[in-house]
């Protein structure tokens, strides 16, 4: 009987550890992301990354590193802290911040583009602000990948110029396009990591 018992307890114990372990939120850090568009540099590569850690701080699914303290060992260690980060050093710095999962970006496109239409004696100017963003998320302690997605936007405006006359100008950010592509992303990549499989899979392996 004692012998069941404790056996009965280990048993209890070990669920609910698990469980515990299941529920607590997974530590993440955001690398900035890698600006392969002309436009920007960058200030684009930090701002895309700050945007996909203020929308992971908000789910409270994970625990994000705090920028402050990345860029401090990116800069303690001597790594680039321009974005331009390869998988394995990202994976390297992830373990040196304690993070389960380590997400690397980049920024595909992004710009204005115009396109002008002669009408009479007036022309028509048509913007497309656009941006194409890629995600990957990494499990630190395996190096597996966990989640990898696109998202495009783009927002479109128009001015007209006509003689004798200044009707001013209409260029539209990228920031919009950027923030929607960054918000869809971190979207599907907060749902898929709610289902407890996968959250279990951006854990280390326990023993």
């Given amino acids: ?112 583009g115009t396109k002008k239409i002669r009408v009479g004696d007036s022309t028509i100017t048509r913007y497309s602000a656009f941006a194409n963003v890629n995600i990957r998320a990494v499990n630190v302690q395996t190096g597996a990948i966990l989640f990898s997605d696109s998202d495009e936007a783009s927002v479109d405006a128009k001015s007209a110029t006509v003689p004798g006359y200044d009707m001013g100008s209409n260029t539209p950010s990228v920031d919009g396009p950027l923030k929607t592509t960054i918000q869809r992303l971190s979207k599907r990549f907060i749902e898929t990591m709610k289902s407890p499989d996968n959250r279990q899979k951006g854990k280390p392996s326990v023993l």
């Avoid at 900035?32 to 590569?45: A, C, D, I, Q, V």
């Avoid at 303690?76 to 997400?103: H, R, W």
């Fill in 1 to 112: 009987m004692w012998l069941f018992r404790t056996f009965l307890f280990f048993i209890v114990l070990f669920c609910s550890l698990s469980f515990v372990s299941a529920q607590q939120n997974l530590r993440i850090a955001v690398m900035n992301f890698e600006n392969h568009s002309s436009y920007g540099g960058k200030k684009y590569s930090q701002k895309a990354a700050d945007l996909m850690m203020n929308e992971l701080t908000k789910s409270g699914v994970f625990t994000v590193v705090e920028r402050k303290r990345l860029d401090a060992l990116l800069q303690e260690q001597d790594f680039q802290s321009s974005g331009n980060v390869d998988p394995q050093t990202a994976v390297k710095i992830g373990k040196m911040l304690g993070a389960d999962i380590v997400v690397l970006g980049t920024i595909d496109k992004l710009g204005v």
